[in-house]
Nanobody, 121 residues
């Protein structure tokens, strides 16, 4: 099954930027998404991209600040995070899944990485 590895997390001051990277072991699934989770709360979908066509979607909380994109080799997906806020602090996870009838933002994600911590102070 596909393996996902996230990198790029860290600590940054409010207003700063970080770029997360998700490296996938293969191109089996059409959808790649970023989720985030704060301990004690549910996992929140942040952004999703469809490998075929490159369509993207974002949660309202990050729209206009975050950008999801894929590398030329299509097995790498990035999350550029600008104008970071303390409420963006969370563990960020990369996930992969098949394209569903509602597109990638509402797809079922079967495979997950281990996560990378983002802390905004």
């Amino acid at each position: 099954h596909v393996q996902l590895v996230e990198s790029g997390g860290g600590s940054v001051q409010a207003g700063g930027s970080l770029k997360l990277t998700c490296a996938a072991s293969d191109l089996t699934y059409e959808c790649i998404a970023w989720f985030r989770q704060v301990p004690g709360t549910g996992r929140e979908g942040v952004a999703a991209i469809c490998r075929i066509g490159g369509g993207t979607d974002y949660s309202d909380s990050v729209k206009g600040r975050f950008t999801i994109s894929q590398g030329n080799a299509k097995n790498t997906v990035y999350l550029q995070m600008n104008s970071l806020k303390p409420e963006d602090t969370a563990m960020y996870y990369c996930a992969a899944g098949p394209l569903g009838p509602g597109g990638c933002y509402t797809a079922t994600y079967n495979y997950w990485g281990q996560g990378t911590q983002v802390t905004v102070s």
